[in-house]
């Protein structure tokens, strides 16, 4: 900057009295080197060996990057992420995958945080994988169980990760097994999978769990009313929370209600038969108990060979669950199918064509383009 630059005219001979002192030149706010070492940094992700290595290292920071990487919807996140998971492949499988569902108000938070202890507490890794539901305007995730979780959450023998659900069950449930196995990788021996409580997640944890857990309530209503007879019947055991001060009484009849109900259901394939115990994870009594239960049916199914026969269905079922996904985002993806959807179901609407000759007209025209 030259001096004439720097000159004020207040500080000519008309404006006596008025002194204004010279201003410096101006450095840059942010250097281009700060702004150059900063985008680097934020364009290079780590190759997936970096990753795999500090997963089996039980970095909990990478792990938690790896998990983005596979909930990311980016092409390139997606093909890093399916490197990581088939590295961490080999060394997953040890862990025992308990889902956990229950009515509204049951207290599952509540309740895993009280099982999560009592895990930790015996020297044991515990990750909690909760799927969220979302606001489907924001897409954001509504119930924040790290923060519901705080003594847990405080843990170094714990990891919890809230997936929101953004409207697409199916999509997180996939993540979700994923997920599975990079925890396993990390070192983590129990694997906690809380529902979001609502519709078809139920079946989509059961398919991808060793144990299922169904938390209920006792003094509300007709105790088998508002429960599905399939989500009763995915049970491998029943647990009335919330057994303390005057709901002592209504919970020990409700557990006799539900023994009851369970005998008139089929017999399971495992050879297992499901309980119905009552506990109070506020007071954190009973706790112990349910734990014995997933023990022994562990050790029940290991012993009879249905424990692995299942992963082996579920591995099986996911495969196939994973290749109707990508066939249905592919077709929606479709540059040519999102112009025709559009005309067709304008068709459709305006009862030009039947919804069957629309859909077979975009089948086939999908079928010419491969």
């Known amino acids: 900057m030259s001096e004439n630059d720097n000159h004020h005219i207040e500080n000519s001979p008309e404006y006596e009295g008025l002194k204004v002192n010279q201003g410096i030149e101006q450095p840059e706010s942010v250097s281009n080197d700060s702004v150059k070492r900063f985008l680097k940094k934020k364009r290079n992700l780590l190759t997936a060996n970096e990753y795999v290595a500090g997963i089996l290292k039980g970095d909990i920071t990478l792990l938690s990057k790896a998990v983005t990487l596979v909930e ?8 890093l992420a399916q490197e990581i998971i088939t590295q961490c492949l080999p060394h997953s499988g040890k862990s025992v995958r308990i889902g956990i569902t229950g009515v509204p108000g049951v207290g599952k938070s509540t ?38 979780m705080e003594e847990l959450a405080g843990d170094n023998k714990a990891y919890i990760r809230p997936s929101p659900s953004a409207g697409s ?36 944890v059961h398919s991808m769990t060793d144990f299922f857990l169904l938390l209920m309530l006792a003094g509300a209503g007709d105790e088998l009313q508002g429960i599905k007879r399939g989500i009763m ?3 491998d055991l029943i ?43 506020f007071h954190k009594m009973g706790i112990d108990t349910i734990w014995q239960q997933v023990e022994k049916y562990k050790k029940q199914t290991v012993d009879n060979g249905y424990f692995f026969k299942k992963r ?46 629309a859909a077979g007209e975009l089948l086939k025209m999908y079928s010419n383009l491969k």
């Open 72 to 79: 990311s919807s980016k092409s390139e996140h997606q093909q």
């Open 111 to 148: 309740f895993i945080e009280a099982l999560g202890k009592y895990i930790t507490n015996r020297g044991e890794r515990l990750a909690v994988l909760a799927i969220d539901p979302s606001s489907e305007r924001t897409k954001g995730s509504i119930l924040g169980d790290k923060t519901r």
């Open 169 to 204: 069950l199916g999509g997180v449930a996939r993540k979700t097994r994923e997920t599975i196995i990079l925890c396993e990788a990390a070192g983590f021996s129990h694997i906690l999978i809380e529902t979001v409580g609502v519709g078809q997640s139920e079946t989509a």
């Open 233 to 235: 019947e995915m049970a």
């Open 239 to 281: 647990a009335i929370n919330k057994a303390d001060g005057n709901n002592v009484e209504k919970a020990q009849m409700a557990q006799v209600q539900y023994k009851n109900a369970i005998h008139l259901f089929p017999k399971k394939e495992s050879d297992w038969e499901p309980g119905v115990l009552t506990c109070s994870a």
């Open 312 to 357: 082996n269905e579920q591995s099986t079922y996911w495969m196939h669950e994973t290749i109707e996904e990508h066939l249905k985002r592919n077709f929606y993806d479709h540059p040519e199918i999102k112009a025709k959807l559009k005309v067709l179901e304008n068709y459709v609407l305006n009862d030009r064509m039947s919804s069957f000759i």
